[in-house]
Structure formats: C-alpha cells, structure tokens
C-alpha cells in the first residue's frame, strides 16, 4: 500500500469515527445544545464560527452523485436560497452572456448556464460568501484567489486526468474550506501565519497545527463532513497536499494547488515554489507530462480572466 493510499484509509477511518456514537452521548459530529452554527459541534467547538455552507449548495453539489441532474431541478433548489437565485440571474445578465434580452426567470438562467456549469456557479458564489462572512477581509481575499486559480487550473486539465470539469472546478474551489474555519476560530493566531513567508508547504501546516490544534487539510474534512458535503470533497479537503503524483482527484487537486502558488496566486507565500516545468516534472506521472505543459502554457493569464469577475 503506498503511502498516499494509508493517508487515504487513515482520513477515513477518522471521518468514520466522527459518525461512531460514543458511551454516553451520541456522535462526536451530534450537534452541541450551546453551538452558533451547525459546525460548532462538541468536538470541534468554534471550528466555524462564521455563516454555515448554504445548504442550497451543498444539495445542489450532492447531485454530483447522480447521473443526471435536470436543470429543472437545479432551478427548484436555488428558488429556496433568493441569494444564490439572485446571483445565478445577476450572472446570467452580464456582460459575460450577451442576452438580446434580460433573463428573469430562475429555470430560464438555469437552461442558459447549464446544469455542470450552474454547479460551479452554484459552489463558487456559496463559498465567496463564506469568505465574505469571515473575519479579516485581506486574509480571505487572499484565500479566494487562490481558490479559484485551484479551480481554474483544475478544469483545464481535467481532461489530462480522465476527469470531469465539473468535479475538477467544484474540488478547486472547496479544497481549502478548511482555512476559513482555522480563521474563524483562530483570528489573532491565524493571520500572522496567512501574512508570514514560509520555508514550505509542510511548514505552513506545521504552523497551523502549532497554532490551531489542526491544520487547514484536517478543518477542511470535517466541516465537510459536518456540511453532508459529497465524499469526495472530503477526500479532497483533508488529502490535496498528500497526493503528489497521483492520478485521481486528490492527485489533479494537488498539481493544481500547487501550479496556482506557482503563478503567485498563492494563499499563504512560501519558498517552495516552481517554475512551471520543474513543477510537471515533480508531480505529473510521466505519460500525462507532455500533454500537461500543453495546456498550462500562457495559463496564468487565463486564470487571471477567471478570477476578475468574482473578485471582492
């Protein structure tokens, strides 16, 4: 078994424990009689104290799990959050799509985007709203960005990794979920290490985990967990930095992650970045590396027209 393959079996066997009722008292996830939000559990205490993930969002993501999703009822779902529904037709309406006429039916914006690209826009708006919620808004900014330059990257090599856009954009954007609560929770704590240059990746977790008790990858799972998010966005939460090399959505999410600090749109700065070839060479199996440095050759402009029109 390699050593990404225990990380994976381990990250389970955790979330599964979160689930297993305790001697005299219920799951560990059961929600605290004297919680703020939903994510404020015994266990985690104030992991999230911000705005919970909009539920609306979280039901459209679960319809990743089936087949087939109707744009009709994708439409039926955002009807219940007017936020998301009047975001989903401000969107519709902008200069992005030139409409000969003003959208402003729900089902109509829906049909327009798409079912696959309504999910994005779906994810994408409940997590900028999140973030929005949070605490110390040069941080989050910060965290935004690099999200949704994650996300970018992400759909672009999708195809490379025999994966879905969808999954690959929607994965980019949630993957670092885990930041905001670590915020949240630990704001004199957190931001001094969101504004300090570090040695590394493992040394910005080994912070995290000095100064929060966890780091972002371990806040990530369980409020996802918490969130009855897909598991595979639980997967990706708690392993993106674990997967260096591999081939499923973890290992696209963790090139991603990576090319996205690469090109400076990283979270929190750090030494370890790469030139863009030295990083294919580091972390893409060799048969997909030709076709990967295809497609990320004049990417970060690209991924600077992706960021642009959701920026706050």
Known sequence: MSLFDKEKKRASQISAAFETPQPGRGSLLDADANASTP???????????????SPVAVRVLQLLDQEQSSTQEISKLLQADPALAAETLAYVNSPLFPMRQSVTDLHQAVMVLGAENTRRLTATLAMRSLLKSAPNRTVTRRFWRHSVATAAIATELAPVYELSSDLANIAGVLHDIGR?????????DYSPIVLNLHDSVDAILTAERDACGMDHCAAGMFMCRVWTMPAVFQEVTSLHHKAKGETGISGLINLSCAMADDMSFAAISHRGTLPIAERVAASVPEPMRERVMTIVTDLEKRISDKIEPFDF
């Open 180 to 188: 905001v609560g670590l915020l949240a929770r630990n704001t004199a």
């Open 39 to 53: 994510v404020e559990t015994s266990i985690l205490g104030g992991l999230a104290r911000l705005h919970p993930f």
